[in-house]
C-alpha cells in the first residue's frame, strides 16, 4: 500500500512542479517587459497560455522527470539541493530538445541565451516544487514498519 500512496506523490509533484516551470517560463517569455504586476491583464488569455504552457512543458519534462523521480527514490535522494540541481538539468535538456543541433561541428545552432537561463530557472524551480510535495521522503515507502513489542512473559 505504501507503493501505491508514494506514487500519487509523485505524480501530483510532477503536476505541481509542471505547472510552477510553465508559469516561470510562459511568463518569462511572454511578457519580459513587465517589471510590475499588474491587474489589467485579460485573465482568458492568461489561463489558455498557461494550460498549453502547463501541456507543453510536461510533455517534454515527461521522461527525464520520470528517470530521475526513478533514481531519487532508489537512492533515498532527499537534499533539497539534488532536486534544485536535477530540475536544472531536466530544464536544460528539455531546452536543447528544442535547438537543432549541426553534427558536423557538433554544435547546436540558434541557442538564445535568455531563454536557457528561463529554462533552467523553471526547471530548478520545479525541482524545488517536486521536492516540498514529494522529494522530501523520497525511498521512505521501503522502511520496514517497526517489530511489535516482545509478547509479556507467562504465567506460572
Known amino acids: 500500500m505504501a507503493v501505491i500512496g508514494r506514487l500519487f506523490a509523485v505524480f501530483f509533484g510532477f503536476l505541481a512542479a509542471c505547472l510552477v516551470a510553465s508559469i516561470v517560463v510562459l511568463w518569462a517569455i511572454f511578457f519580459p517587459e513587465m517589471s510590475d504586476v499588474s491587474l489589467d491583464i485579460d485573465q482568458g488569455a492568461i489561463n489558455m497560455v498557461l494550460g498549453f504552457g502547463f501541456v507543453l512543458v510536461s510533455g517534454f519534462a515527461l521522461l527525464p522527470a520520470l528517470i530521475l523521480a526513478l533514481i531519487t527514490e532508489a537512492f533515498s535522494i532527499r537534499h533539497i539541493l539534488a532536486y534544485a540541481v536535477i530540475g536544472g538539468l531536466a530544464g536544460l535538456f528539455c531546452y536543447l530538445g528544442f535547438i537543432p543541433f549541426d ?34 521522503n523520497a525511498g521512505a515507502w521501503r522502511a520496514l514498519p517497526p517489530a511489535p513489542p516482545p509478547m509479556p512473559p507467562l504465567p506460572r
Open 103 to 136: 553534427s558536423v561541428n557538433m554544435t547546436f545552432n540558434g541557442i538564445v541565451r535568455r531563454h536557457l537561463e528561463v529554462m533552467v530557472g523553471a526547471g530548478i524551480l520545479g525541482g524545488v516544487v517536486y521536492w516540498i510535495i514529494a522529494g522530501r
